[in-house]
């Protein structure tokens, strides 16, 4: 394929792009810039990348860029078993963790926090080998690879929209709550009141800006071998302005932070012993001359270093969460990962 010419090049001469392919979509999109500027986003129409924490805002910009598009004919594949292979050291400490909150909020601090681990790996990867796979097995999926020598390499396959806006409607969901799709039942109500804590924020965020508002009932929905509890929200803004409102008003939502926020990113920040980078920020296409933008939470996503993979997953925690199904929980995540590499 011309496009992943276009990649190998762009690698070699050490000049960003990015590759992704829309949820449902069989179409490989490239965004490939003609020099190696890092360019902050303020706005300008392009690829955007933003970080957990919004102090890091990018852009791969249109105007010093050029786009291609190519067709795939999607390959049947099977989804690989991947051993669970963690360290009793690695779970103790998670779980750790997540008894500390469980702890945290049952004394009133704060109602929800999402924790995450960071699963280092030694391993040295095909980067189109790896996106092509990643990008067969999950059709449902907004898949991404994005490359900057001065930024860095992230790959994901992410099921949570963060809004989509196009002529003046907006699109945007509530994701929380985890299963394993072969031994999944029903919600338990630890799990529906965890995801009604964030459509209720997404709300609450959203009357200020928006012209109005329709939202569906929770619905369960598939993402790999995982199920989560969803709800769609959409409604009319009133313009680009009040969408950048929107965004900063939402990003974190409690689907990757928790809920007060504030209180749930000091946690993050006192007991996370990492930097989450972009993992849980959010990227995607944003476009102000047609006052457009489609843009996705970065979950399910790898960082890929020189001769190392860093693996982000997190898990909601509320005063009913168990340790240790939270941290088997990050497991089954991760393997979604590990699948593809």
Avoid at 20 to 47: A, M, R
Avoid at 149 to 172: D, R, Y
Avoid at 185 to 207: C, F, G, P, R
Wanted: a negative charge; glycine letters at 4%; proline letters at 4%.
């Amino acid at each position: 394929m011309t496009i992943f010419s276009k990649v190998k090049r762009h690698i070699e001469e050490g000049l960003p792009f990015v590759l992704y392919v829309l949820p449902n979509q069989n179409t490989i999109c490239g965004i490939f810039q003609k020099d190696d500027s890092i360019n902050n986003f303020k706005g300008q129409s392009g690829f955007v990348i933003a970080s957990f924490d919004d102090n890091k805002k990018y852009v791969i910009p249109s105007e010093s860029s050029y786009s291609i598009e190519e067709e795939f004919s999607f390959d049947a594949v099977n989804q690989a078993e991947v051993l669970m292979n963690y360290s009793e050291n690695e779970k103790k400490h998670f779980e750790d963790i997540v008894q500390k909150a469980v702890n945290s909020i049952q004394n009133g601090n704060f109602e929800k926090v999402v924790l995450s681990r960071k699963i280092e790996m030694e391993k040295k990867v095909d980067l189109i080998e790896t996106f092509l796979r990643l990008v067969n097995r999950y059709p449902t999926a907004f898949r991404s690879l994005f490359y900057h020598p001065q930024i860095g390499c992230w790959m994901g396959a992410s099921p949570e929209q963060l809004i989509k806006v196009e002529n003046n409607h907006f699109e945007t969901v509530s994701l929380a709550g985890t299963h394993q799709k072969n031994s999944f039942e029903k919600w338990l109500a630890k799990e529906i009141h965890e995801q009604q804590i964030v459509t209720d924020y997404i709300l609450d965020n959203l009357h200020k800006e928006v012209l109005s508002l329709k939202v569906s009932e929770p619905f369960t929905v598939e993402a790999g071998s995982l199920v989560h509890l969803k709800t769609i929200i959409t409604g009319d803004v009133h313009s680009i302005e009040n969408t950048k409102n929107i965004i900063q008003n939402l990003h974190p939502t409690p689907a990757v932070c928790g809920f007060p926020k504030e209180k749930a990113v000091q946690f993050i920040a006192e007991n996370e012993d990492y930097d989450r980078k972009f993992y849980a920020g959010y990227l995607g296409l944003w476009n102000p001359d047609e006052a457009s933008c489609n843009l996705f939470v970065n979950l399910r996503c790898l960082e890929m270093e020189e001769n190392k993979i860093n693996i982000y997953v997190g898990c909601g925690i509320t005063g009913e969460s168990n340790p240790e199904k939270e941290f088997l929980e990050t497991e089954h995540k991760s393997q979604i990962m590990k699948s593809i590499l």
